[in-house]
């Protein structure tokens, strides 16, 4: 590379209409060392990220997708971005972005590919026909990154990738952003979620997919309401493939009791609402990493837990949350009236998991783990 010469990343992504990770990437890399683009599949145009890009002049594209019959012009189209931009490094995210992304790299020759891998065992235990593709991926990539221990392994052990070829970056997050919420931004979302005041709000924010183990929840919550009637369950992200079982079983609670949000832009403000929240994947490796886990405890929230991607690494039960079961709907309930009952101890928990995220999940520790990575392929 010619000295003082900028490291081109072109950065492609999957399905992502409001994508603060990325956001926080643009903002704080080193502009003086890199310069970054954006190639965005499957996602309408005008999204908040789109707008995000044109604001802050960073090269900004849309891959159309709609189904798999798009697969092969999602992947020449992407190509000819690649070929035009000619980036040193192209840095894929989400299975069906590393899937196009990769493929398009390596027909473009472009030396440097590098994906996230932001799926753990699912493949494997629920859609075996993926794991060809997963393969495929870790085979064309030159670097894989594991956001968590969890989805290390199952690299090395599941689908034997060298670990030479595996960097574990755990995900960063601006805490900024769920540790300072004015009463504004607070209000805003009360009004739009829960105007007539009803507590204690059960917080649940999971895409309805059976991996998340949200019945269990629903479950614990019905026991709720019997000693505290006026309790009101809120589930955001909720969207999926499992929505419609997910919905059938909302039907033995009162509507009045809860609340759906498929989006919510201010995701920090949204926590903020919440009296406890609630996750609880149903296996250990449910989850690739788990965001939620570092954003609820980023914003100071009591949280009940099972183990699952992330978690893994740091949570511990009775000092920075209420560890559960898998698949247990009555310690969720008696967890939730603990934690109601117990509030010196919920404080406790709040503050020593606000101070576990801010080590182990800073935006700044994560930038500067890229930009050495970057650093050494560019």
């Known amino acids: 590379m010619q000295e ?18 990325f956001e926080w990437i643009a903002d704080n890399i080193d502009k003086e060392k890199f310069e970054v683009s954006f190639i965005s599949i499957h996602v309408a145009e005008h999204s908040y990220f789109e707008l995000f890009c044109k604001q802050r002049n960073i090269e900004f594209h849309r891959v159309v997708y709609d189904t798999k019959k798009n697969l092969l012009s999602a992947i020449l189209h992407t190509y000819k971005l690649l070929k035009r931009i000619k980036p040193d490094i192209v840095h894929t995210h989400i299975f069906e972005g590393s899937l196009i992304g990769l493929t398009a790299a390596f027909l473009a020759g472009i030396k440097n590919r590098i994906q996230t891998r932001h799926h753990s065992s699912f493949h494997h235990i629920h859609a075996p026909g993926g794991v060809k593709f997963d393969k495929y991926c870790n085979r064309i990539s030159t670097t894989i990154i594991a956001p968590s221990e969890n989805v290390k392994e199952i690299l090395l052990s599941k689908e034997q990738v060298p670990e030479s070829k595996i960097s574990l970056i755990h995900h960063g997050f601006d805490l900024s952003h769920f540790m300072n919420i004015s009463d504004d931004r607070l209000t805003v979302v009360k009004n739009k979620y829960n105007p007539k005041d009803r507590h204690p709000v059960i917080g649940v924010v999971s895409r309805y997919t059976a991996l998340k183990g949200i019945p269990y929840i629903l479950n614990a919550f019905e026991l709720l309401l019997k000693e505290y009637p006026t309790a009101y369950l809120i589930l955001a992200n909720a969207k999926g493939e499992d929505k419609a079982s997910i919905q059938a079983s909302l ?56 183990l699952s991607g992330v978690a893994n690494e740091f949570i511990a039960d009775r000092r920075n949350a209420l560890v559960v079961d898998y698949k247990n709907a009555g310690q969720i309930n008696e967890s939730m009236k603990y934690l109601l009952i117990n509030k010196e101890f919920s404080t406790m928990l709040t503050e020593n998991g606000r101070n576990d995220v801010e080590k182990y999940f800073s935006l700044p520790l994560m930038i500067a783990k890229l930009e050495q990575l970057y650093s050494r392929q560019g």
Do not use: W
């Not at 920090?268 to 690739?288: M, N, Q, R, T, Y």
């Open 4 to 21: 003082n010469r900028k490291i081109k990343i072109s950065y492609v992504l999957f399905e992502l209409n409001k994508a603060l990770a």
């Open 251 to 306: 039907s033995s609670i009162p509507v009045d009791a809860y609340k759906e949000i498929e989006f919510e832009q201010d995701n920090g403000a949204l926590f903020k609402l919440f009296d406890i929240f609630v996750h609880v994947p149903i296996s250990k490796d449910s989850e690739a990493f788990g965001q939620t886990y570092i954003e609820a405890l980023s914003v100071g929230v009591p949280c009940i837990f099972t």
